[in-house]
């Protein structure tokens, strides 16, 4: 017999587990879909099969769910499964949760001593032929692009030596190699990071370690067409804490901020630190060299965003007093000190996307999601608790913002982009808006550059979908013929 979910925030309304694996054919669809729209968006979802073993836990812990949205001459059809990982297949097998709180193996049912924990629930990615399932705490899944089984972990055949693979890689348009790095890549809290990087194959080219200025939670990292830059926030972890049964990660805001800067097709032994005061950021926007000046864009904010990550702090603040903004920080390799030059580029926000083409180098749009007060209260969706209620679109370079709002008993999940085959056209973003009041999911297309002006296209969802965390787009010819 199963066990009911906590009531908590995590599991409870919009966040209720839902655990749906599905083949949907042919989904309601209202207006117009462009026909060049051809291929598949695969988004992660965090989906616990069980209740959590100690009563409660973080959104983040959830079993990889993947859904796959296939767009085929105006149709869109609609699977979703789970990854099978290790830990999935022993709690199936128990028929209950065996894996204690979030990163803390010790916390664990001594049956699962030593089974990997990884949920793989954060970002699907495509390259060099396979479909990853990502989460930056353990190795990556590969699965089959179209059906979703689950083929295994995938460690580069066996060149990867770093015990983890951050859910945030970034591919260089024009070579198509891919860039990523692995936190605590030595294992358990330790400060050794690996960067790597990867042919457009997915053969490992490279990985080469270097170590932290301390253990971080290293969600995201940023490359440019000249340098691998390595932000360092403090939400830190102790091996200690861990050990003792307590949470892996808590916010120090005594800690300072270091960002390190390399050439990217140099050695970590060239890494440049730079430095200032606490501060929290989960995901960047872009980055791009100006000869010796590297300017990296992404919401910086005053406090770590997760609620369980500061109550583990001790840290007791009212959503209200979390202060954010988009900025540019720009780092001067040619002058001297640690100095980082900051400007304010919009609003707070999170979950930024940009085009493919447009990643490494100067660029004029963003697109990223705010929670705007006006356009309603806040609702609970996700992992940090409000969802976000509006999505922008940013010129970066002027301020200009043109934005499209739910209405206020709907949030929105993270959008992907999708290029256009028209030249001079920005492209489409789609996204999934979550209806409070009915409890059913739509998918919204809209054209990038005219997003004020609504969706071209609605797709109707017979149920809820839990929210994501991330997703990708790939067009159709690069996937195998199904
Ligand atoms: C994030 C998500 C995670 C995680 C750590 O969005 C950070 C941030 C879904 O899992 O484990
Ligand atoms: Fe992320």
């Given at each position: 017999?199963?066990?009911?979910?906590?009531?908590?925030?995590?599991?409870?309304?919009?966040?209720?587990?839902?655990?749906?694996?599905?083949?949907?054919?042919?989904?309601?669809?209202?207006?117009?879909?462009?026909?060049?729209?051809?291929g598949s968006w695969y988004r992660s979802v965090p989906?616990?099969?069980?209740?959590?073993?100690?009563?409660?836990?973080?959104?983040?812990?959830?079993?990889g769910m993947v859904s796959r949205f296939r767009?085929?001459?105006?149709?869109?059809?609609?699977r979703q499964r789970y990854v099978?990982t290790?830990?999935?297949?022993?709690?199936?097998?128990?028929?209950?949760?065996?894996?204690?709180?979030?990163?803390?193996?010790?916390?664990?049912?001594?049956?699962?001593?030593?089974?990997?924990?990884g949920a793989n629930n954060t970002t699907p990615i495509w390259h060099g032929g396979r479909l990853l399932a990502l989460k930056e705490d353990s190795r990556a899944v590969e699965l089959d692009p179209h059906t979703l089984e689950t083929r295994g972990p995938w460690d580069y055949q066996?060149q990867l030596?770093s015990?983890t693979m951050t859910a945030h890689t970034r591919a260089d348009f024009d070579t198509g190699e891919l860039y990523f790095f692995g936190y605590?890549?030595?294992?358990?809290?330790?400060?050794?990071?690996a960067y790597c990087v990867a042919d457009r194959n997915g053969r490992l080219l490279?990985e080469?370690?270097?170590?932290?200025?301390?253990?971080?939670?290293m969600h995201d990292f940023a490359v440019?067409?000249?340098?691998a830059?390595?932000?360092?926030?403090?939400?830190?972890?102790?091996?200690?804490?861990?050990?003792?049964?307590?949470?892996?990660?808590?916010?120090?805001?005594?800690?300072?901020?270091?960002?390190?800067?390399?050439?990217?097709?140099?050695?970590?032994?060239?890494?440049?630190?730079?430095?200032?005061?606490?501060?929290?950021?989960y995901h960047f926007l872009n980055?791009?060299?100006?000869?010796?000046?590297?300017?990296?864009?992404?919401?910086?904010?005053?406090?770590?965003?997760?609620?369980?990550?500061?109550?583990?702090?001790?840290?007791?603040?009212?959503?209200?007093?979390?202060?954010?903004?988009?900025?540019?920080?720009?780092?001067?390799?040619?002058?001297?000190?640690?100095?980082?030059?900051?400007?304010?580029?919009?609003?707070?926000?999170?979950l930024p996307r940009i085009a493919n083409r447009d990643h490494m180098?100067?660029?004029?749009?963003?697109?990223?999601?705010?929670?705007?007060?006006?356009?309603?209260?806040?609702?609970?969706?996700?992992?940090?608790?409000?969802?976000?209620?509006?999505?922008?679109?940013?010129?970066?370079?002027?301020?200009?913002?043109?934005?499209?709002?739910?209405?206020?008993?709907?949030?929105?999940q993270e959008h992907v982009h999708v290029a256009?085959?028209?030249?001079?056209?920005?492209?489409?973003?789609m996204?999934?808006?979550?209806?409070?009041?009915?409890?059913?999911?739509?998918?919204?297309?809209?054209?990038?550059?005219?997003?004020?002006?609504?969706?071209?296209?609605?797709?109707?969802?017979?149920?809820?979908?839990?929210?994501g965390v991330h997703g990708n787009w790939v067009p159709a010819e690069e996937l195998p013929?199904?």
């Open positions: 017999m199963t066990d009911r979910f906590p009531a908590s925030m995590d599991f409870a309304g919009y966040n209720a587990p839902s655990r749906i694996e599905c083949d949907i054919y042919d989904l309601v669809l209202e207006g117009t879909l462009p026909d060049e729209i051809e989906d616990p099969q069980y209740p959590p073993f100690l009563g409660d836990d973080t959104f983040l812990s959830g079993d767009f085929e001459h105006g149709h869109v059809d609609l099978q290790a830990r999935f297949t022993a709690e199936r097998a128990a028929r209950r949760s065996l894996f204690g709180r979030y990163r803390n193996p010790y916390t664990d049912d001594p049956s699962v001593r030593g089974v990997d924990r066996g030596r015990q605590e890549a030595g294992g358990l809290a330790t400060r050794d990071v490279r080469e370690w270097f170590e932290a200025p301390y253990v971080s939670m440019t067409k000249e340098h830059i390595f932000p360092v926030f403090p939400t830190t972890a102790s091996l200690e804490r861990i050990k003792a049964g307590g949470p892996h990660w808590i916010y120090e805001p005594s800690k300072d901020i270091y960002v390190g800067i390399m050439p990217r097709n140099g050695s970590v032994r060239d890494l440049r630190w730079f430095r200032r005061p606490a501060g929290s950021a980055a791009y060299s100006e000869g010796q000046r590297v300017h990296l864009d992404f919401g910086l904010a005053n406090m770590n965003p997760f609620p369980f990550i500061r109550e583990a702090s001790n840290i007791h603040m009212s959503p209200a007093d979390i202060k954010s903004q988009l900025v540019r920080w720009t780092f001067d390799l040619a002058g001297p000190g640690e100095n980082i030059e900051e400007q304010v580029l919009g609003p707070p926000g999170d180098r100067d660029y004029q749009i963003g697109y990223y999601q705010r929670f705007d007060p006006a356009v309603g209260p806040p609702l609970v969706a996700g992992p940090v608790g409000a969802g976000f209620n509006t999505i922008t679109r940013l010129q970066v370079k002027t301020g200009q913002m043109k934005n499209l709002a739910m209405d206020a008993r709907s949030t929105v256009s085959r028209i030249a001079g056209h920005e492209g489409y973003l996204f999934v808006v979550d209806r409070h009041d009915t409890a059913l999911s739509e998918v919204f297309v809209v054209e990038a550059e005219h997003l004020d002006r609504g969706p071209l296209a609605r797709i109707q969802l017979p149920f809820r979908l839990r929210c013929a199904e």
